[in-house]
């Protein structure tokens, strides 16, 4: 990765005003002004440099579902770039919004649009990201919606390929595990295809990638190739993208059981990787990804985690406008 300095104010100006709620939205240009201003941020990170970008500006993150990284990395990128953070984090049967009283997601953020500069805002039903864009005259971040997309995720998962392997130019990714519940595989598909890159999806037979999904990146020429064991994806990926099973998106419990241990990297995978393959994770994982394998020096699942920090920096200032 070769990101240095700060994208040029030109690179900026089409970001300013724009909401981020598919990844769809973003061309490959798009996709690496975004790479390199968060490099530009991870630099200050680095060399502990006070940021006052976002000084005096308020970021409301609304969660309306479970969440470790996604929201405490939103707010900790506002904080770090001297701004400040209003919260709403609460599950269904647990609230203290008014959303407990029945108002409903598009007069809440109505409201919250006046008091803020930017929404944050995750929610469990797949499609909400349009609601909240709707209902928002701010610039509005998808932090997640349902089984939808998550693309904030794709972008800092974009951003850990390019740091880990240079590019993702020529390299073999398999996305593996809920392929069909798993918005991050489905962003991330969709990020991966403006590249040069090969895709083999692993699953269990009831849980492969939405047929429309495959359908589309066979259309952009992208070989796909769809397999229903683990082994296979490690012999033949550079990078393995492991994701947990859904256990919320289930209407069945038994059917969770049925599947969720079907798919479990442990120690014997590692020896049968290819060389220099490296191992994602969106997190949090459950089972999937047994601790032993967290020694291989390709593990680089809490790396990942730690770039959505500057990648979320890069496009809360980048679509406020405050890019200093
Ligand atoms: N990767 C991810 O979205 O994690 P959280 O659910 O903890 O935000």
Redesign the pocket.
């Known amino acids: 990765m070769n990101f240095s300095g700060k994208p040029s104010e030109a690179q900026l100006a089409p970001f300013v005003g724009k909401d981020v709620l598919d990844i769809a939205q973003f061309s490959k240009e798009d996709l690496e002004v975004v790479m390199h201003l968060a490099a530009h941020y991870e630099e200050a990170l680095t060399n502990k440099k006070r940021l006052y970008d976002m000084d005096g500006k308020i970021m409301a993150s609304l969660?309306f579902?479970?969440?470790?990284?996604?929201?405490?990395?939103f707010e900790a990128a506002m904080q770090r770039l001297g701004g400040n953070v209003i919260t709403v984090a609460e599950a269904a049967g647990a609230q203290s919004s008014s959303t407990a009283k029945g108002e409903t997601l598009h007069d809440s953020i109505k409201v919250i649009n006046d008091y803020v500069d930017v929404i944050v805002c995750?929610s469990p039903i797949k499609g909400a990201r349009l609601e909240v864009a709707n209902a928002a005259d701010i610039p509005v971040i998808n932090?997640?919606d349902g089984a939808g997309q998550?693309p904030t995720?794709a972008l800092l998962d974009m951003y850990t390929i390019f740091k880990e392997k240079g590019s993702p130019d020529g390299l073999t990714v398999a996305l593996i595990g809920d392929l069909k519940n798993g918005?991050?595989v489905h962003s991330l598909a969709d990020a991966l295809s403006l590249y040069d890159v090969k895709m083999i999806f692993a699953s269990p037979e009831e849980l492969t990638m939405p047929e429309e999904i495959i359908t589309s990146l066979r259309g952009k020429n992208i070989e796909v190739e769809e397999v229903h064991d683990l082994d296979t994806a490690c012999r033949r990926a550079d990078v393995l993208y492991m994701t947990r099973i859904q256990r919320e998106r289930f209407t069945d419990p038994a059917e969770y059981e049925r599947v969720k241990d079907l798919f479990i990297m442990t120690g014997r995978h590692v020896r049968i990787f290819k060389p220099g393959a490296i191992v994602l994770h969106?997190?949090?994982r459950v089972n999937e990804i047994e601790v032993e394998v967290d020694a291989y020096p390709g593990a680089a699942y809490f790396r990942q985690?730690a770039n959505?920090l500057p990648v979320r920096m890069a496009l809360l200032a980048m679509i406020t406008g405050n890019v200093k």
Do not use: I, K, V
């Not at 579902?65 to 990395?73: D, G, Q």
């Open positions: 969660f579902e479970p969440s470790t990284r996604t929201r405490l990395s995750r932090g997640g998550h995720q918005r991050t969106p997190l949090p985690a959505g």
